[in-house]
């Protein structure tokens, strides 16, 4: 199980533990990065709701469609993970299988993000806390900034 939390309250930075043990940090941010298991990753949305995973030579390892929304993925290779929001303004995510049994789950609540991803390659369950992270802090931001606009 990883517990992803906000390294501050302004902070674009999450920290990310595995069984309560550290893993890595990861900069949630359009331009973001990661560390794991000494190779180096990094993030960005190059347009739209999707957002990458390259390594360290610039290369796309995996590609995050739409997370947040009603139904999501995360692709990589051949492996193919699929969410869905658990409820219209929910914010838990269940991994699903073909058949749309429950295999896993990202919860996120105010302490942070966890996910229950076993048996995912571990740089994709980082990538899936971290895209997820991303998504749901520019949504924060568009709603604040309407508001403060009066829109």
């Given amino acids: 199980m990883?517990?992803?939390?906000k390294s501050g309250?302004?902070?674009?930075?999450?920290?990310?533990?595995s069984d309560g043990k550290p893993l890595t940090v990861v900069e949630a941010r359009s331009g973001g990065r990661f560390e794991l298991?000494?190779?180096?990753y990094q993030l960005?949305?190059?347009l739209g709701r999707a957002y990458q995973l390259l390594s360290a030579d610039g290369s796309v390892l995996a590609t995050a469609a739409r997370p947040g929304d009603r139904t999501w993925s995360v692709e990589s290779g051949g492996e193919h993970l699929r969410f869905e929001r658990a409820a219209l303004r929910g914010r838990d995510h269940?991994?699903?299988?073909?058949a749309g049994n429950a295999i896993g789950s990202i919860a996120v609540g105010h302490s942070g993000i966890d996910a229950d991803l076993a048996g995912t390659d571990l740089r994709l369950q980082v990538f899936a806390i971290a895209a997820l992270a991303m998504r749901l802090r520019r949504r924060r931001s568009a709603i604040a900034a309407g508001a403060v606009s009066g829109g």
């Fill in 94 to 98: 269940t991994q699903v299988d073909a």
């Fill in 2 to 5: 990883l517990h992803a939390k």
């Fill in 37 to 40: 298991d000494g190779a180096t």
């Fill in 44 to 46: 960005r949305r190059p």
């Fill in 9 to 17: 309250l302004a902070s674009r930075r999450y920290e990310i533990t």
